[in-house]
């Protein structure tokens, strides 16, 4: 049974905090670039910058909203921080009384490329994936690799997206299914399954990388690149293997890489097969994915599809609709609507399916929409609280004091995290 708390000390949760991106697209040198492939032994593709309006910047937004959720989590280190942090606590709720715990909390990055122009590498620091290092090919640790690291209970990854034309701009969170729903969508490309199982499921609002292509056919190439590392064609029997994405479990150091020399069975039946015919889950990583808790952070779930990762997402959501008019409104401060939480982006995320972590990705706000920078930067120390006090809800629970007249109300419901027993120590090698 997984048990956070000592009998000396007060329960201990560990949090990272991921605020997107940091690094360079346009750079001359292709060493720079993200998602280097041991196989090919090159950069799959560009760094992805983050999107950006006029001097708003994604990378700056997030990293000053990220640094002060951490600041803010790291009251609970002490008894006079914990004093402040209950203040808020009790903006929240009506109880007076809190259960007390510590966050152990960590950030991915506290600067951006910009910050250090002189260097070699911008981008070594912001990586999501390993990558060799250029002078001495030592393999170095990318994000993943260092939050899985921490071992953390949750992780929050802080981005923002830009909006179209007549999008009102809010929020939304950003999930990837489980193996059961890839599954599903493997069977439907062998005919073993009607199209109308995904298009009638809860999955079938695929995010569209692809232009020109259906949310079906979207998501059966992102089903290929998941199974096999490529893509598949338009009509969703082929492997297109002149669109290779990579094996991206053996991109990370993690408990989950498969044995060295695994590069020799690619193509072969078995798990590096380059067909749905061949395929064959065997290995560390795909006994993972078909495992119970997998499908418990990633499928069905409080909030219907998306597990645990949609339920921490969404609540976290609703603490910030909820808790910036209450904040602002004991300050007399008066505040527009927010905009509302969006529906789901959902593909192959890698930091929903590669960390062993609960994983509350949020757009939590959309560049070109000025409310939306608003409230991200000139009210972000509320921002900030309404985050970390979700997070304090999502391990202890909080009876919120409810607002009819707010259109989200924060459910105050605790996670389940005791089934998950030793999942989030696992996800690393024990040293001996």
């Not at 203040?87 to 506290?110: A, P, Q």
């Not at 929050?156 to 809010?170: D, E, F, I, T, Y």
Request: aromatic share 12%; hydrophobic share 30%.
């Amino acid at each position: 049974m997984w048990i956070p708390i000592s009998l000396y000390s007060e329960p201990n949760f560990r949090i990272v905090i991921d605020p997107g991106h940091g690094g360079v697209a346009k750079d001359p040198k292709s060493i720079h670039g993200d998602k280097y492939d041991s196989v090919t032994q090159t950069y799959l593709e560009t760094y992805k910058q983050g999107t950006e309006h006029g001097s708003v910047t994604e990378r700056k937004v997030v990293l000053d909203l990220a640094k002060e959720v951490h600041r803010i989590l790291k009251l609970t280190e002490t008894e006079a921080g914990w004093k402040e942090f209950e203040g808020y606590l009790k903006l929240f709720s009506k109880k007076n009384e809190f259960t007390r715990v510590k966050f152990t909390s960590h950030l991915t990055r506290e600067s951006s490329f910009d910050d250090d122009v002189s260097s070699d590498d911008p981008n070594a620091p912001y990586r999501l994936y390993d990558f060799p290092d250029p002078k001495t090919s030592v393999r170095k640790k990318g994000r993943l690799s260092k939050i899985n690291e921490q071992r953390p209970h949750l992780v929050l990854s802080l981005h923002l997206n830009p909006a179209s034309k007549g999008q009102k701009g809010g929020m939304a969170a950003v999930l990837t299914p489980g193996y059961k729903t890839f599954s599903l969508l493997k069977k439907i490309s062998e005919k073993e399954k009607s199209p109308n199982s995904f298009i009638k499921s809860a999955w079938s609002d695929w995010l569209v990388f692809q232009s020109g292509w259906s949310k079906l056919e979207n998501a059966t190439a992102d089903t290929w690149i998941y199974l096999h590392g490529y893509w598949s064609k338009k009509n969703g029997k082929e492997t297109d293997l002149s669109k290779f994405e990579g094996y991206r479990q053996n991109m990370i150091s993690w408990r989950y890489a498969d044995d060295p020399n695994w590069e020799k069975k690619i193509g072969n039946k078995g798990p590096y097969a380059k067909s749905h015919e061949d395929f064959v889950p065997s290995g560390k990583f795909w006994e993972r994915e078909m495992g119970k808790k997998e499908e418990w952070r990633r499928e069905g779930g409080k909030e219907g599809f998306g597990g645990d990762n949609h339920y921490v997402t969404k609540e976290l959501m609703r603490f910030v609709q909820y808790g910036l008019p209450i904040q602002l409104k004991e300050k007399n401060s008066a505040y527009p609507e927010l905009g509302p939480i969006q529906k789901p982006y959902i593909s192959t995320y890698s930091l929903p399916t590669y960390t062993n972590a609960l994983c509350a990705f949020i757009e939590i706000g959309y560049v070109n929409r000025s409310r939306d920078i608003k409230y991200l930067t000139q009210n972000k120390k509320e921002t900030a609280i309404s985050l970390a006090v979700g997070i304090y809800s999502l391990f202890v629970g909080l009876e919120v004091k409810k607002n009819p007249n707010l259109p989200y109300n924060p459910k105050g419901k605790k996670v389940n995290w005791e089934r998950y027993e030793n999942y989030f120590d696992e996800v690393i090698e024990s040293k001996p």
